[in-house]
Nanobody, 115 residues
Framework: QVQLVESGGGLVQPGGSLRLSCAASGSAFSTYTMGWYRQAPEKQRGWVATITSGGYTNYADSVKGRFTISRDNAKKMVYLQMNNLKPEDTAVYSC?????????WGQGTQVTVSS
């Protein structure tokens, strides 16, 4: 079983930046497809970004050009660099590990974008 722990959330003004981190367990971390999802109040969880074991990345249109997903396999970490944040980015952000089609989730970290 994989455990995921997110950190790095907080309150930031519009236009600001945050870097989210996700610490993962699992000896085969380098083979996992990792992703970030977010859930705003009273909305369904939505996909934000994915990075494959080979480093291929993909982003939701709403964050493309502003967010960057990356990974450090040696440290078993996944990151989400978020720039030019907007109020509509406010949500709980969760790390996801896709292992053979089975998904594992962390508890999430709150990101609030407000002046």
């Amino acid at each position: 079983q994989v455990q995921l722990v997110e950190s790095g959330g907080g309150l930031v003004q519009p236009g600001g930046s945050l870097r989210l981190s996700c610490a993962a367990s699992g000896s085969a971390f380098s083979t996992y497809t990792m992703g970030w999802y977010r859930q705003a109040p009273e909305k369904q969880r939505g996909w934000v970004a994915t990075i494959t074991s080979g480093g291929y990345t993909n982003y939701a249109d709403s964050v493309k050009g502003r967010f960057t997903i990356s990974r450090d396999n040696a440290k078993k970490m996944v990151y989400l660099q978020m720039n030019n944040l907007k109020p509509e980015d406010t949500a709980v952000y969760s790390c996801d590990a896709n292992i053979g089609g089975r998904h594992y989730w962390g508890q999430g970290t709150q990101v609030t974008v407000s002046s």
